[in-house]
Every structure is written in C-alpha cells, then in structure tokens.
C-alpha cells in the first residue's frame, strides 16, 4: 500500500462514527485472547480508543448481546462459542451433546391444568381438558439458556407420573414407552423476555431472545405436545439443513 492509499484508508477511518472505530478496535482485541481471559476495562478502553466511556460502553453492550463476551463478576471475559442446535425431531440433550455441551434441566413447575384455548387447538381436545404442563429451565455446562413449556394430552401421558425424572429428556422419556414423533411444526421469532422470565434465564429484560413454537405428531396425526421455548440470544444459534426435492 503506497502513501496515498494508506492516508485514504486513514481518511476513512477518521470519518467511521466513533461507535464503529472502538468496535473494530475490540474485535480486534478478542482475536487475541482465548475464552475465559479479561477485557480491559472500559476506563482502559476509552484511553486507548481516544473516546469516551460512554461510547466504549456502547459496543461492550453490542458484543454481550452477541455473546462474544460475558460479565463475570466485575468485569467482562470472552465467551465461548454460542451453542448451535439443529432443528430436528430429536431433543434437546442429543443437540447439546453433539455440540460437546453437556445439558441439563431445572423443573420450574410440573402441573395437570385445564387447557386454555390455544393448547386445546394444537393438542386437539376440547378447550378446558385437562393437560399436564411441564416447565423447566435448560442449561448447557450450567448455564441457563433456555426456558422450555411443554403441553401433552393428560389421558396419554399420565404415565409420566410414575417414573420420569423431569431433570432429564422428555422426548428419551416418551420414546422409550413407544411414543414415535413423526412430524413437527416449528415456528421461529424474536421476542424480549418478560420479568419472571428473564429471572429464570438471569439475564436482563433488554436481552433479544428467540422463541420457538413446536407441534408434534406421531405417525397416525396424532398430537403429541405443544412446546413453547425461549432460548438466550446471546447463548444459541439454530441451524437447518435444507434440501430441494
């Protein structure tokens, strides 16, 4: 690069909004550390960006929501990588463990309630039947990531009861006592965390979450269970393999 070019490239660095400059600048900086070492802190970052904490503070909060970096105690560290999840028919434990996570699951409540409208819809009884619920918090090495809600039909699934440890796989659970899940209906979108939620998940209110709607059937139609999960935006990425028939 001769000196015309490198002055031009400084040119535009210069006129970069100053957000953008200390955003390049950290980037830059994490390519050097591994998961787990410290950031500077922001008072360090602002002298040595030339700006001020404010604007440091900013694309901190940009890199947390992305999960390139996360508080530990008083400070901030690398993260590690976000945990990607196939979208397929098999459960939560099999995505986690592939990814060389080791998953987990905290019961948050585990009730028989009347079905409101639409569970009653996607499980296919009448609206008031009585269903149980399962409501638990997903966690991948021991972190929360996640908040799972499941919905299955009471007359099918009171066998549950029985034997099921709710800390472990649901879908392992089911299968094992002939359950077969043939199809699933699966809907995506981005949401913010309610309070009680973002408690169980702690995080805060302001954290971008996905949230996935499931149906399930077995072979002859049948439903299975409505799941409605909230999963950290900052913590899971998901991935689907397409095909063109």
Do not use: N
């Not at 050097?32 to 901190?60: H, I, N």
């Not at 060389?100 to 905290?106: F, S, T």
């Amino acid at each position: 690069m001769d000196s015309r070019e490198a002055a031009g490239v400084e040119d535009q660095l210069a006129r970069m909004p100053k957000s953008y400059r200390v955003r390049a600048e950290l980037e830059s900086l994490l390519t050097e550390l591994s998961e787990g070492d410290p950031l500077p802190s922001e008072r360090e970052l602002a002298l040595r960006c030339g700006v001020a904490r404010e604007t440091v503070r900013q694309a901190v909060r940009e890199l947390l929501v992305e999960g390139r970096i996360r508080r530990q105690g008083r400070g901030t560290v690398v993260s590690h990588p976000k945990m990607v999840q196939p979208l397929t028919l098999r459960s939560y434990t099999e995505g986690a463990l592939k990814f060389g996570r080791k998953p987990g699951r905290l019961l948050v409540e585990w009730t028989d309630i009347p079905a409101a409208p639409e569970v009653a819809a996607d499980l296919a009884v009448p609206a008031g039947t009585v269903v149980t619920h399962l409501e638990r918090v997903l966690l991948a090495d021991g972190e929360r990531i996640g908040l799972e809600s499941t919905w299955m039909p009471l007359p099918r699934f009171a066998f549950l009861r029985e034997f099921y440890d709710p800390t472990t796989s649901l879908y392992t659970a089911t299968r094992s006592r002939g359950v077969v899940y043939f199809s699933a209906t699966e809907r995506i979108e981005t949401m913010l965390a309610s309070p009680r939620e973002a408690a169980l998940l702690e995080c805060t209110t302001a954290l971008p979450m996905l949230l996935l709607h499931r149906r399930s059937v077995d072979a002859e139609g049948v439903p299975i269970e409505r799941v409605r999960s909230l999963y950290r935006g900052d913590r899971i990425a998901f991935q689907a393999k397409l095909t063109d028939y």
